[in-house]
Each structure stands twice: as C-alpha cells, then as structure tokens.
C-alpha cells in the first residue's frame, strides 16, 4: 500500500516436513535467503536442495512449493516488478539461476533486514512481515541503493539463458490444470477429465503433473480439498462432517484421516486451536 516501499519482506521458521506454497506461482521474482538448516524447493522442472547461506531464486511464473527437510528459517525477499520497470528493466523477462551462494548478495539482505525487520507484524504461516511504514528519506534511500546494487549483481553474476520456452507449453497446461482442480475440488474429478481439459494423455500428463508440483494427482485433489476445509473450519460453524461432504470427501472418516496427515492435527483440533 505504500508506494514508497517497493518490496515485500518477511521472515518465516518452519518444523520439518513443513510446506509453503503447494504449487504456486505469481509474476514477481522471489528470492529466498536461508538462515537455517535446509529445505527442497521444487521450481519449474528443479529440484533445489537449499541450506543455509544460499539464496534459492523463483523465477517468474514458475510453478513453485518448498518442503523443510529440518527445522529451517529463511527471509523471503520480493521486489515488486513495477520498481524494476521505473528503473528501466523488466525482471520478468529474464531468467536466474535457482540457488545461489553469493556473500555480497547475502550482506546486502541481512542489510535490508536489519533496516526493515526493526517494524514487524505478524502474518500466516509463523511469518514476520517488515511493516512499510519507513517514511524517512534517508532509509528510503538506503533501502532504495541496497535494492538495486542486489539487482545489479543478480544481472552481473547470476543471469543465464532463460529455459522457458522449452518448458512453456507443459508448465502452462499444468498451471491450467491446478486452477482447474482448485476451482472444482469438491466434484469427484478424473484423471480421464483433468487430461481431456489439458489435452494431454493421462498418463504423460500423470508423470507431469508429479514432476513439476511434487504430487500425484489425487494426492494433489485431496490436498486441494483439505486447503478449502480450513478455510470453513475457521470461517463458520458448520459441522465438521458436512465440511467434509462440501469439500469433497464421501466418508467422514476418510477426510479426518487426510486433514491430519496433511497437518498433523485433526480438523476438530483444527478449529478448537482457530477458536482460542
């Protein structure tokens, strides 16, 4: 909301087996900077084992989802693409490479952390936000001068050839897919139907599918399912059984089983814990 902050920041600490980001993407490069223990980023047709000191950069419109493999913590820089394109680049046009050990780039984040992470405000996931309340010239100015040299050796040393047209077509029908499946995931949804959609064979579009999110497709529904039932969990009191039905799973039993697998906590918990 304020112009004058042309980024977003947040820290964010994660258990193992923690996740963030199943299988998303958006325009805005992300550049996350790992402090602690290590992690699995898949990116595009990547996978990335990340560990702290290195910097993994998400490339725009890159389908994208983290796993902790231990307790990890990590900063999670975005540069908004309108500050790139005042600055007579467009960031989104280019290609970086996925994991970076760079000691200056790494000097100059824990230099905007420290200007930034003194105004924070707590978000989802256990994140901390830097709040974009600055309005001092003089930490505008720095904050401005610290982005742009950070960008300046993102180009010099980290920029290679762009894999997108490549991996264009597979990633677009798979990105088609997941809005499908998200859109529609309390309907009993085939392989048959998601495949015809894409216009791909079912099973080259099974074996894509698991490549770029990491998960098989019905692992992907119920998942999908899930996401949508914590939002009613929280949001109304409807009785946890008909969440279930409305979010797709036929038997009770079988979506508290899927709800704790997926977050270690039953959806009863769930709720109890969103109530407090």
Known sequence: K?????????????PPRGTIGIANWHENVEFLYFTEGDATILSGDKTIHIHAGEIAVINSNEIHSLVANSNISYYCLIIFTSFCTRNCFDITKDYFQPQIRDEEMNRLLEELVSICMSRQSEGQHGMTIAKNDITDTAQIL???????????????KHKCKSDFSTASHRHECIKLAITYIRQNCERDITLDEISGIVKMSKFYFSSEFKKITGYAFVTFLNISRCEKAKHLLSATDTAISEIGTQCGFSDPSYFTRTFTKQYGISPSEYRRKKKV
């Open 142 to 156: 720095s904050i401005y001068s610290i982005l742009l040299r950070f960008l300046s050796i993102l180009y010099q």
């Open 2 to 14: 304020n112009p004058l902050f042309p980024f977003f920041l947040h820290r964010t600490k994660l």
